[in-house]
């Protein structure tokens, strides 16, 4: 990176700061719901860029292509497949979520069930935000952002002390923004870098398709049909370690659900939008989002093996950094740099902001503070904002030190209660014997089997393990309320918060995104361009 490069990372950064900041003033961010919920203000865009910038990271972005740079578009499944999810998400799960009026996922589960499942839910969210997110988006963004930017050689400096600058500057970034204008100043940036992430991610592959086809991007297509068709397939096989196709409609698909329908990073989003129509908007865009983010988050890694052959093989995830600073010119790398930085800033501020909404909502004011004003329940959550954040800054740089195997247990956390999360939420819809007990029982005992299938099938590919676990949970919720009823549950007061008229268009939408998903399959397998 060249002086030019730096002013401009600079620039940007600040100016899409300023932006923020200054569309973010219209809310109170002194008041619970200003700072938690962007005081239910959210139109479309700034929930799908909220959405589409907390879910995505760098670590992702290298990774994905790492893996399709050996594996071709199957990876593709673990976008493409979860619009069908995010379809669920704005047809089926808003309009009951907003119906409620709740701040937090566990709100509904308190609602619908009790509180002591709310908590237990509630901690599990935080114990993973806290040891398997927050932490590992800083450090693997780091990491990413040092290896695309060498800045370990432009500031002459050893390579982990590179990651702590780095992560340092973005935690403090990431805190100051939630401090300043809590959810709805994070809303507005992340729908900037949302926008400058797709420019800048299509950008690089249609760059190297280019320099394939001599100067002609048709060409360049043709070259890559004609010389790695095999790539072009998105169906794994039945062994795959990547995603077996069996899985596509049982376990990837409930994962899915989970993360995009229950999860509180992904939901409270949506839940600050203004009314429900605005927040489905939003949430289709994402959809939309999903299925074409493919284009840069797994299809760079075919261009690449085309353009380096088989030089990377023992070493895939350089990849997405070898093809960028091959393929991108250096009068843009300050651009492409403010982009990966807001990257890594809105996965992290996203889940930051979560966790203390978690804490703040869940637990200081029922638990610790049952006379808290609203006054104090948002102080404590700036205050909590500062502890968590100091301490993930702290914790990122030590994975660096983690035995081997260590951060892929640490990614498979989630497998821990997932499935019956969404169990528990979908029976609250519809079935009015689904008991609390029942619900604790299934929670328990999915831990268990959880836990021995890391042991006893560690060799068998998770997805499959969660297609199974799914439906064993929904018996056990079956059984379990059948055995031990609690009464049909009748909820005749609701606290609607905002305008849940619903849009229009959302059934039409919702069909056009999964016929797009099914044609993007199609195109990508044998009866396409694959071979």
């Not at 809590?182 to 190297?208: E, H, W």
């Not at 499959?464 to 079956?478: A, G, P, R, T, W």
């Amino acid at each position: 990176m060249n002086l030019f490069s730096i002013l401009s990372f600079v620039v940007i950064i600040s100016c899409v700061w300023l932006f923020a900041y200054k569309r973010s003033r219209g809310v109170n961010v002194d008041g619970a719901e200003g700072f938690f919920m962007g005081g239910r203000s959210l139109t479309a865009l700034p929930i799908a860029g909220s959405i589409i910038m907390t879910n995505l990271s760098t670590e992702q972005i290298v990774g994905q292509n790492g893996q399709s740079y050996v594996a071709g578009m199957e990876v593709m499944a673990w976008e493409v497949t979860s619009a069908i999810a995010i379809v669920m998400l704005a047809s089926v799960f808003l309009p009951k979520y907003l119906k409620y009026g709740i701040n937090t996922v566990s709100d509904f589960i308190e609602i619908r069930y009790d509180t002591q499942i709310k908590r237990i839910i509630s901690a599990l969210f935080i114990i993973t935000y806290i040891t398997s997110f927050l932490p590992v988006v800083l450090y693997s963004g780091s990491l990413v952002f040092n290896k695309i930017f060498r800045i370990d050689e432009l500031l002459g400096i050893r390579p982990i002390t590179s990651i702590i600058v780095v992560s340092l500057a973005i935690g403090v970034i990431g805190i100051l923004y939630l401090l300043i204008g809590g959810l709805r100043l994070s809303a507005y940036s992340d729908t900037v870098y949302g926008f400058g992430l797709l420019a800048c991610g299509l950008l690089i592959p249609t760059i190297g398709v280019t320099m394939l086809g001599d100067g002609s991007f048709i060409a360049g297509i043709d070259h890559i049909v004609d010389n790695t068709p095999w790539l072009l397939n998105s169906v794994g096989s039945i062994d795959s370690a990547i995603v077996p196709w069996p899985t596509l409609l049982t376990g990837m698909m409930f994962n899915n659900l989970y993360f995009w329908c229950t999860n509180q990073m992904i939901v409270q989003k949506a839940l600050a939008g203004k009314n429900l129509a605005e927040a489905q908007k939003g949430v289709f865009i994402v959809g939309f989002f999903k299925v074409f983010g493919a284009l840069f988050l797994v299809f760079p890694g075919i261009v690449a093996r085309n353009i380096f052959g088989d030089a990377l093989m023992g070493m895939p995830d350089e990849a997405y950094p070898t093809l960028v600073t091959h393929v991108l010119p250096e009068m843009i790398y300050g651009v492409f740099a403010a982009v990966i930085f807001g990257a890594i800033l809105s996965s992290f501020s996203g889940a930051l902001n979560a966790t203390s909404t978690l804490l703040s909502l869940d637990f200081y004011k029922p638990v610790f503070n049952k006379q808290a004003t609203d006054h104090d329940i948002t102080r404590f959550g700036k205050r909590i904002t500062v502890a968590i954040g100091l301490l993930s800054i702290f914790i990122s740089p030590l994975i660096s030190f983690a035995p081997a195997g260590l951060y892929q247990f640490v990614q498979e956390f989630n497998g821990l209660y997932n499935m019956p999360l969404l169990v528990i939420i979908l029976l609250a819809f519809y079935s009015k014997k689904a008991t609390a007990f029942a619900a604790k029982v299934t929670i328990y005992l999915h831990i268990i089997l959880y836990a021995l299938s890391k042991v006893v099938l560690k060799d068998v590919h998770f997805l499959y393990v969660l297609s199974v676990l799914f439906f064993l949970d929904m018996l056990v919720m079956f059984v379990v309320s059948k055995l031990k009823p609690d009464g049909d549950f009748e909820l005749k007061v609701f606290n609607t918060k905002v305008d849940i008229t619903p849009w229009k268009h959302t059934k039409l939408v919702s069909v056009i995104t999964v016929l797009v998903v099914i044609l993007t399959y199609l195109m990508f397998s044998p009866v396409g361009i694959a071979r």
